[in-house]
């Protein structure tokens, strides 16, 4: 079956650096999205990777390696606000998106 | 504001009740999708409709109806409930641009199912 796998929750401080890990195995591959979302709001995306590599967008940045079937996204300088569910999603050889479960990531000044 | 809306945000209703969500999007895309988001869980994908025709349809049970009336709109309608259908239902559209097909999602509907 298709799985993606990502921490549950995550607890990060204030101006620090955390890196939010997701594996995937899919039935194909055609592309690997990151969304961001608030509680109670809707998820937004932040990045799409579809190449070996890091995609870098200001404070956030997203690597993928196909080989290992690993991202991970890389959130800089911390902020309150940054407190959120990550989502994880893999668009398979059908081109649907494979979801992971999310991670909560927790920001304590 | 992603330019997908959708109403109500909150939803009560019993087991025997029928209700429809509503969703909007005002991004010009041609494909629209449904969504169940329960918690700690991965999104489930439910129906998509593109160009107002339903593509997929994930063996969702038959009390939920979809409705794309125009490339604008879609719907759910609901009846016959169960308790374990109370979750977050998100909907999302999506346009393919250069082989990148980025879904815009609403802020969803609660569902509490009595």
């Known amino acids: 079956g298709q799985n993606i796998d990502q921490p549950t929750e995550m607890t990060a401080t204030e101006g620090a650096i955390v890196q939010i890990n997701c594996t995937y195995q899919t039935s194909g591959f055609n592309g690997l999205f990151w969304y961001q979302q608030h509680a109670g709001e809707a998820p937004t995306f932040l990045s799409y990777n579809v190449l070996d590599g890091l995609e870098e967008k200001g404070r956030f940045s997203s690597f993928l390696s196909r080989s290992k079937g690993y991202s991970y996204l890389l959130l800089k300088e911390l902020q309150m606000k940054d407190s959120a569910s990550y989502l994880c999603a893999v668009r398979d050889s059908n081109y649907q998106l494979i979801w992971g479960a999310g991670t909560k990531l927790i920001i304590k000044p | 504001e992603t330019g997908v809306t959708q109403t109500p945000r909150h939803l009560v209703m019993g087991m025997t009740n029928k209700k429809s969500l509503k969703c909007e999007q005002h991004l010009g895309h041609n494909a629209m999708y449904w969504y169940k988001q329960s918690a700690k869980k991965p999104l489930e994908l439910m129906f998509v409709?593109?160009?107002?025709?339903?593509?997929e349809n994930n063996s969702v049970p038959s009390r939920f109806s979809p409705e794309c009336p125009n490339s604008s709109h879609l719907f759910l309608h609901l009846h016959t409930l169960q308790p374990e259908d109370s979750a977050l239902y998100l909907c999302?559209?999506?346009?393919?641009?250069?082989?990148?097909?980025?879904?815009?999602f609403g802020a969803g509907t609660r569902l509490s199912v009595l």
């Open positions: 409709y593109s160009l107002e025709e339903r593509v």
């Open positions: 999302a559209s999506s346009q393919e641009r250069g082989g990148v097909d980025i879904q815009y």
